[in-house]
Structures are given as C-alpha cells and as structure tokens.
C-alpha cells in the first residue's frame, strides 16, 4: 500500500515539475507567434531601407531606425566592450586587491541600475552640455549599460583559466601583462565573447535609456550630433500611435528586433557549445 | 657538505645559498644551500610535501608570484645573484625554463604558436626565425616527427605525453640555460615516462637541469646528482649513485629502501 502511495506520489510530483516548465516556455511561444503573425504581413523589402512616411502614404519603412540601432550599438560596443574587458581583467587577476573587491561590489551594483535611470544620468551629463540628443549620447547610455555585463563575464571566464597556465606564461620570461593580455584572456577567448554577445542582446532591446539621450528622428541621422532613431523607440512611438497601419509597422519593428536578439542568442549557445565556453577545446 | 660560502665554485652553473621559503606562515624550506654543475642533471626526491617543489620555484622566482609567498637567500646564477635588490624576475626567467606537473599547453593556440609565443611575445617578428626556432625546438623536445604535419592543430588536442613534450619544446624555443622539471612524469603513462626521461637525458648536452621527482627510479635513472629532502630541510645532496648505494644519512637510507615516504 505505501509503495503504492509513493509510486503514484512519484509520478504526480514528476507531472507537477514537467507542468510548471510547460507553463514556463507559454508566454515564449506566444510572444514569438503573435509577433510572428502580426509583424510578418507588414515585412518588406521596403520596410528595411525607406524612411517612415506620413500617416496614409503607404511603403514607409524602419530603415533609418535599424541603421540608427546598429550605429548606436556599434558605438557603444567600441567603447563598453574594451573597457568592460579590461575592467573584468583587474577584477580576476587582481581579485584579492581590496580595490578589487570594492570594485566587484560596484559593478554588480551598476548591473542593477534601472536603464531609465542610466538614460537620466547620460541626459545630466551629456546632452545637457551639449545641448543636443545625440547617437553619442545614445550610445554612451548603451555602453553604460554594457560595461558592467562585459567586466562580469570576462571576469568569471578569465578565473576558469587554470593557474598552471598563466605560470607557465611567467616562467617563460614575459611580463605579467603580456601574459594576461596574450595568453591567459586568448584562453578564455570564447568565454568572453560570450559576454560581449549578451551584452550586445540585451542593450538592443533597451528603449528607456534611449529615450532621453538618441531621442528619435523622422530622417536619416548624418553625423552623430545629431538624434537618432532606433529600433525599441521607433516601435514604442508607432505601437501607440492611434493609425493602424503604423501599429502593423511596430509589430514588424518588434519582429526584426526579436529575430536580431534571437539570433544573437543562438550564435551565444554556438560558441558556447563549439568552444567549451573558454576552457581547453 | 658543505657548500655555504661558495658563490660560485668553478663550472658550478647555479648556486642556491640559505634558500628559506614561507607560504603566509608556513615555513616550507629551511636554509637549503645547493650547487648544479653546468650540463648536468640534479634530482630533488622526498615525500610530498617536503619543500622540494617551492625550493624549485624559488630557482626562478616564481614561488613569489603565489599570493602571501616569502622567500629569503640568494640564488646565483653564472655570477649574477638573482635575487639581487633591483633584480628583475622576467629577466631571470628567460634565462631559466621551468616544465610543470601536468602539461600546461596554452589554451586556444596551436602547437606553432604554443612554441614561438615566448619568442613572438619577446619581440621577434621574422616568419622564418620562428620556424626555424619552433622546428629547433620541436627537434630537442624529440615532438617533430609526430606534430610536423599539423602545426596548425591545437596543442590541447595532443595526448598527454605529447603536450608535455609540447611543453618542454615551448621552454626550450626561448633557449635557457638552465630548465627546471617540476615532477614532468608524475602525470603520464609509463610508456610517456620513459620518453621523457630518455629526452631529459638528450637535453643535458645543452642545458642544465634541476628536476623535482618522488619517483625514486627516476632520479637513480636519469640524474647525476640527487638531493633528499625531508620536511623543508635538505638531507643530503651527493652524486646519485653514491646517494643510492652508500647514503651518508639513516634517514635517506630509510628512505630509499622504502621504510616511508
């Protein structure tokens, strides 16, 4: 009688777990068809090179706001991505510095700072003196954002380089910056990029910060002093909107976007899956 | 024994005088004083744990790089104490290579650049010198003839016999004079074992070689000269055959007739 209990409390529980997880992938599904239905009639050629045109003027186009969301993360990749790298460098081959250790504590903290507040502080320092939106102050905000994901994982993936190899690099006779910049992050190559990609999939999705720094733009941006679409605050103006064919371009705007970060993600699980993550291949 | 004052007797090529070692406060070797002729093959051996290992660091200067490490004494290498104030340890290692306990090729790179990093990193641009130095080396470390047609390959990707020898061919591409073996066997095959061995031998023609081993066969085999070490101190050093057949010391007898260890 008890083991029959069991058995039947065994398979419930089993059935309660692969429930929940069901339940857990719903929302992906539907997010991923609805968008997929709603966005995919209102794809074209056109949608990826025309500028937007007023309401009731049909072939307008997100062009300049998917050339505004690869210059802005571009941009911020230029700069968050050497300087998240390095950041991360210090934190795992100096981790047992105090410095260090204050410094890790701050970055998780700057992880956790809401974006719109991150656009706030771009807004304070940037566009105010300038005087302007601009995609440079659009993609400081994104790089802002950038910098303590990138630091985080260079810095796990750089501890997973075993010892023994950045004494050999030692014992070679290199100083211990060559050694860390030639040989110990070549170890964790993989790993990083990793990161960088992360990075680079979540600020693309980013609207908030965007809002009070790129601003959005109706033209095409032609110097970077200037504001600038982009892909979330293009389909945030469009989706509310009240004309019905710009909410047929939004759902198309949010289907690139979600095909772009798809992507992203796949070619993370790619390097992930072909490299062993930065350990030995 | 005894060999205190002498910086450097004639054709002594290393000479370690009152080598103390710490890890935080951990006395791990204790006043060793120990001289290498040039071209010849010194064994450490003792029980684990007896300092054998961080007094081979201390030879190069890399037991300080452990964080909380100490290290007092001088080390003389030719007629340059590498411990001198002002001594640059990046310029002693250059001169003194060092193979690990387990192969330690580096990550990500190929069995090319596995060998011509250290040169490559030094500042050496020519193709052609290289190649040649990478072949050079792949020669001495007796790994040409497996690896010639897949430079290219990585050097993780070798068997574990194969990447140490990868390894003493990187340690060799930048052409020390003196190479130090942290227990190079300890992770491979018998089979693996001998070659290495038969290699270390090879290598003594050109350099001079101070090898950690608690592989008492090995030392008999492949040395010149054996140090017994025993609880961070060193208990006798001597030529090995005499080490082998007539110890001076109970506790190196007890030792190598297996009474512990």
């Not at chain 1, 905000?141 to 075993?162: D, W, Y």
Request: include cysteine; aromatic fraction near 10%.
């Amino acid at each position: 009688m008890r083991d029959l209990i069991r058995k039947y409390m065994d398979i419930w529980m089993h059935g309660v777990l692969l429930g929940a997880s069901f339940v857990a992938l719903v929302p992906l599904f539907g997010v991923f068809s609805y968008v997929l239905k709603k966005g995919w009639p209102a794809l074209s050629k056109g949608f990826f090179v025309n500028l937007p045109t007023p309401v009731g003027e049909v072939g307008g186009g997100f062009g300049n706001a998917i050339l505004g969301s690869v210059v802005l993360i571009l941009l911020a990749s230029i700069v968050g991505v050497p300087w998240g790298v390095l950041c991360g460098i210090y934190l795992a081959e100096y981790r047992r510095s105090k410095l260090a250790q204050w410094l890790r504590f701050t970055v998780d903290v700057l992880t956790s700072v809401p974006s719109i507040i991150v656009g706030l502080f771009i807004y304070a320092i940037v566009v105010k003196p300038m005087a302007n939106f601009s995609a440079l102050a659009g993609a400081a905000s994104l790089a802002l954002i950038m910098i303590p994901v990138v630091a985080r994982t260079t810095e796990e993936m750089l501890k997973l380089v075993p010892r023994a190899t950045r004494e050999a690099g030692l014992a070679l006779g290199l100083p211990r910056w060559k050694v860390i910049l030639f040989i110990t992050l070549r170890g964790a190559v993989s790993g990083v990029a990793t990161g960088v990609l992360l990075a680079i999939a979540r600020v693309a999705g980013e609207t908030a910060p965007l809002l009070f720094t790129a601003f959005n733009n109706r033209y095409w941006s032609h110097t970077l002093f200037e504001p600038v679409a982009s892909l979330p605050v293009q389909i945030y103006v469009y989706a509310i909107s009240p004309f019905e064919e710009w909410h047929q371009q939004a759902w198309a705007g949010a289907l690139v976007l979600l095909f772009f970060i798809l992507f992203v993600n796949l070619f993370i699980r790619f390097l992930i899956f072909s490299r062993g993550a930065g350990r030995t291949s | 024994m005894n060999v205190e004052t002498v910086h450097t007797a004639q054709n002594q090529l290393l000479q370690a005088n009152h080598i103390n070692a710490w890890f935080s406060e951990n006395h791990v070797v204790k006043g060793i004083s120990l001289s290498v002729p040039s071209n010849s093959i010194v064994a450490l051996m003792g029980p684990s744990g007896c300092g054998k290992s961080t007094f081979l660091r201390c030879l190069n200067r890399l037991h300080e790089e452990v964080p909380g490490a100490k290290v007092s004494g001088e080390v003389w290498l030719s007629e340059k104490n590498i411990y001198a104030r002002g001594t640059d340890p990046v310029s002693i290692r250059r001169q003194i290579g060092m193979v690990f306990q387990k192969p330690n090729p580096f990550p990500s790179m190929s069995i090319f650049d596995n060998v011509a990093v250290g040169l490559r990193l030094a500042g050496v641009r020519s193709r052609a010198a290289l190649s040649e130095a990478v072949e050079r080396s792949l020669r001495g470390a007796a790994l040409w003839d497996e690896v010639k047609d897949k430079l290219k390959a990585q050097g993780m990707s070798l068997s574990g016999g194969q990447q140490q020898r990868l390894c003493i061919a990187r340690a060799l591409a930048v052409d020390p004079s003196v190479l130090l073996m942290d227990e190079p066997t300890s992770a491979l095959d018998p089979i693996s074992t001998a070659k290495i061995e038969e290699l270390i031998v090879a290598l003594k023609a050109n350099t001079t070689i101070v090898i950690v081993t608690h592989n008492l066969q090995q030392a008999a085999r492949v040395s010149d000269r054996t140090a017994f070490f025993l609880m961070g101190e060193m208990v006798e050093y001597d030529v090995t055959t005499k080490i082998f057949t007539n110890p001076q010391d109970n506790r190196t007898e007890e030792y190598i007739t297996g009474r512990f260890g």
